[in-house]
């Protein structure tokens, strides 16, 4: 294993040299999908007895499977939520690897636990929440909220005594896909208050006021978004935490794609009430410029997290010496063994300084609302809302779904873009709409035009 030759020296070198031209490469190709017998005809068997040498497989990678899959951080990517990790990240990320980090426990991973404890007193510090709440890093925002909400119903079981019942979860049903699958994990039913446009606090209200007594012993927590993923939107959070706090009831905020945007001053406003929240989930990978994957969870109170989430064993009670007492990442979260996932948000934090973050992030807002007029100014072209955070909704006037599905496979064909249709909820009606949603600082007017003009007049 430790014997390098001559061999494995050039496999590495051609490794490295695909990932720097890679990492320069501001306008990667669009890849498209194939079936995967298709690609196994391509590419053949991998997996033999001999190995097929890591030559020909990187070659396989490079010629072949690299083109059957999208960059997201192409410019012209402004589909679902895209990403665009800075380099510094993506070279942190390769060095992650390299040093073989055990990051559950201080006393393995304390030099890289505390990096990632820097980048995350960052992100505490966007929150407002007070003194004392601190987070840890999660494969993502599904995780995150998982984790967040174990952590809730742990609190609820423990101060209610209400340890056999089920537990009920109010969110909107603008809330993201992962909190209804979440609560099918622990077994908690939800409630959805009937919008899709920002959740208020007299919403909320009129929720838990309809609730029958039974229902409402079994309600523990609510889950407001902080940027919808569908349409930017952020809850009232502000009346939402009063509401919260009337009700004695956990006050979660997926901040998992809009977390980012606190960094920015002209939207920071609303997210007044963010402050309140017992806890928090942002996505690093989603509009904070890390490489997949990472999250995100900040707890107002952390030591609820590590009562619901310490593992025990006896493998486990080794922490004599000093030096490996210290924060456990371990203890706060579902997972055991992880990846130090903060440390590329640390390095290009450090490398770039955090105003670099603040202007990268202003730079998706405003991108979505330059989107927004160039929209208006078309007349085949209509807003179905006024862009909010850097998602923007808008129509075709006359299209029917199947004509934005097909615009779509065209535009992605070509080479040219990944835009997708979503659909916008309003009462009891659903339309199908066109989704733009910035995220790449490097993203230009231009590719917008590019792309409208795709759409005819
Ligand atoms: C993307 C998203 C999630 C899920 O995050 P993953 O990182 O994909 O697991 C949860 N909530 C919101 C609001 C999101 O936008």
Redesign the pocket.
Known sequence: MHKIDIETVEMTLDVMKYAISRITNNAPELGQPKKEEELKALVGETITPEGIGGEKAFRLFRDILIRATVPIDHPRHLAF?PAAPTRAAILFDLITSASSVHGAYWMEGAGGIFCENRAMDWLVSLTGMPEGAFGVFT???????LSAMVTAREAWRKSSGQVGEKGLILTSIG?????KAMARVIDVDLLQVETEDRMTGQLLGQAVDALAPAQRRRLFAVVA?????NAGIVDDLEGISEVCRRESLWFHV?????GGALAADSVRHLFRGIEQADSV?I?P??WLFSPY?C?AVIYREPELAREAHQQEGSYLDIFQDEGARGFNPADYQIQLTRRLRGMPLWYSLATHGTDKYKWAVERGISLALAAGEMISARPGLELVREPSLSCVLFRKKGWTPEQYVSWTYRNHKAGLALVTPTKWRRAREVETVLRFCFINPDTTEEDVQMILDTLGD
């Open positions: 939520v494969s993502g925002g599904t995780a995150a909220n809330a993201h896909s992962s909190i978004t902080g940027g919808t993923t997926d901040a998992a794609y809009g989930t996505d990978h989603k994957d999250g």
